[in-house]
């Protein structure tokens, strides 16, 4: 122990192997610093005000589909296809932008695209809410959701490499507690505002993010080893908030090391390289899940899904919305003491069971069992319960392994792969969901989801790797292991 830092370090020393059979020391400090909790808030605060691009539809809709001029600012109802459009656009971006700009941050630094990120959503939202043509919403509400989805790529990436292992997996999480929040914040406001006035408000918390990445957000100790390492330690120091971070600054250097040389692309290497494409299998795996679980399918059409069985539709979202974050805070705080793997198999486990409630409830009434009605309260209560156990574990499991498990020579192309399956697994559940329950019934969805729940727990059991507390060489170590016993 160190009293001289006022903070608690409690000191291990493993060692480990690396693939060029280098023994390395794996320091973990567990000193808890402030700043790096700051840090990443202030660059998520771009992502909250981002986020609410996903529900911004859902309280303006009703705007561009009335006949009074007043309130719309097209100045004549919305068609269906239109309709459909808008809510669509922004899963497009997301799949074009990491594609496209996904190179960006390991060229120019992960801080400076974060902060043009972010002054391009600003100027998007502006945009939005001043126009007066159905094409400008197209065009914003497509660049919005790419900027969104590039944003997932970019901040995880950075809070990642500014965190230390004992506290990557809380960072991660952060992440998701920023988005979820974002998604609450467009549903609450959108109760207030006319069209014009919301699109602004939902832009209000990029003016703080933008402010504070310009004066206080240093860019990625990892981005900047290659360039100055001498910036790197001082960058290091005002994160740790401590002197001496020789240890820290030798393991980014040994992770940097440990894969240059490679001659082939990014992109190529995920493919050719085993450790790579276990990682890969992992992530896609976690991330089919996390959308195949149902979330956005339930999140989009809460309102008639309860509006079905008698429940006001409306006051049941915003209460989701705030099971949604309120679960999401708590895996904040229990993921370092249980871990994303335990929390994943009970997230599972949880959403596989009530997904199971609600179908059971739907085919029984499609059966018309006598009475059934009388027990409308048990699928509005099982629907809340899925997106709690969904918020401590399936919510935050595929977005914290992204981060952590490719390495650093493929992480861009890795994490812009997997954002880009997120955006459209999003878009096929989200668009599939109405047309199964209409062709099927309401039940079969429900019996869908609960079935790969379930088979979920088996990937999840014998694929994700235990990575808490882990560097990223460690990791890495742990893949290559996995592989070579096969």
Not at 48 to 76: H, R
Not at 123 to 146: H, K, N, P, Q
Not at 279 to 304: D, H, R, V
Request: proline share 3%.
């Amino acid at each position: 122990m160190e009293s001289n830092t006022n903070r608690l370090e409690v000191v291990y020393k493993p060692t480990i192997k690396t693939r060029d059979g280098v023994i390395m020391e794996s320091d973990k400090t567990q000193n808890c610093s402030p700043t790096i909790y700051l840090t990443v808030s202030i660059v998520n605060l771009a992502l909250l005000s981002s986020s609410t691009s996903l529900v911004w539809s859902s309280p303006v809709l009703p705007y561009l589909l009335s006949n009074d001029t007043n309130i719309n600012p097209l100045g004549q109802p919305i068609t269906a296809s239109q309709t459909s459009l808008i809510s669509g656009l922004p899963y497009l971006g997301g799949v074009i932008f990491p594609l496209a700009f996904g190179k960006l941050c390991d060229i120019y630094g992960r801080r400076k695209i974060m902060l043009l990120m972010a002054m391009l959503t600003l100027v998007m939202f502006v945009v939005l809410a001043t126009a007066r043509s159905i094409y400008v919403y197209y065009i914003a509400r497509t660049v919005l959701g790419g900027l969104l989805y590039y944003s997932f790529v970019v901040n995880n990436i950075y809070g990642n490499e500014i965190a230390e292992d004992h506290n990557r997996a809380k960072l991660s999480c952060l992440l998701i507690v920023s988005h979820v929040l974002g998604i609450l914040y467009g549903y609450i406001l959108g109760l207030f505002f006319n069209v014009r006035n919301y699109t602004l408000v939902c832009a209000a918390p990029l003016i703080v993010s933008i402010t504070g990445m310009l004066f206080f957000v240093p860019e990625s100790p990892y981005y900047l080893v290659k360039h100055d390492e001498s910036q790197a330690i001082e960058v290091l120091r005002k994160l740790r908030q401590r002197h001496e971070v020789s240890k820290d600054i030798q393991k980014i250097k040994d992770t940097v090391n440990n894969v240059e040389g490679h001659d082939k692309s990014s992109w190529r290497r995920l493919v050719s390289d085993p450790v790579n494409r276990r990682a890969c299998i992992i992530c896609i795996g976690a991330m089919s899940l996390n959308l195949f679980s149902g979330t956005t399918a339930i999140m989009a059409f809460s309102g008639s899904i309860f509006n079905s069985i008698g429940v006001p539709g409306n006051l049941v979202s915003v209460a989701l919305g705030l099971v949604k974050f309120s679960m999401t805070v708590v895996a904040f705080v229990i993921v370092g003491k249980f871990g994303k793997k335990k929390l994943m198999l009970v997230s599972a486990t949880g959403c596989s069971l009530s997904h199971l409630t609600v179908g059971a409830y739907f085919y029984l009434r499609s059966i018309e069992l006598d009475g059934i009605e009388s027990f409308a309260l048990i699928p509005a209560v099982s629907v809340l319960l899925y997106i709690g156990f969904y918020g401590v574990g399936l919510g935050i499991g595929a977005t914290a392994l992204t981060g952590e498990l490719f390495a650093d020579d493929v992480k861009t192309a890795g994490n812009s792969l997997v954002f880009v399956q997120s955006a459209l697994l999003g878009f096929a559940v989200t668009s599939l969901f109405p047309l199964v329950t209409h062709y099927l019934g309401m039940y079969w969805p429900f019996f869908m989801f609960s079935v790969i729940c379930a088979a979920g727990l088996i990937f999840i059991w014998y694929f994700v790797p235990k990575t808490d507390d882990k560097s990223f060489l460690e990791i890495q170590e742990i893949l290559r292991k996995k592989i070579s016993k096969k």
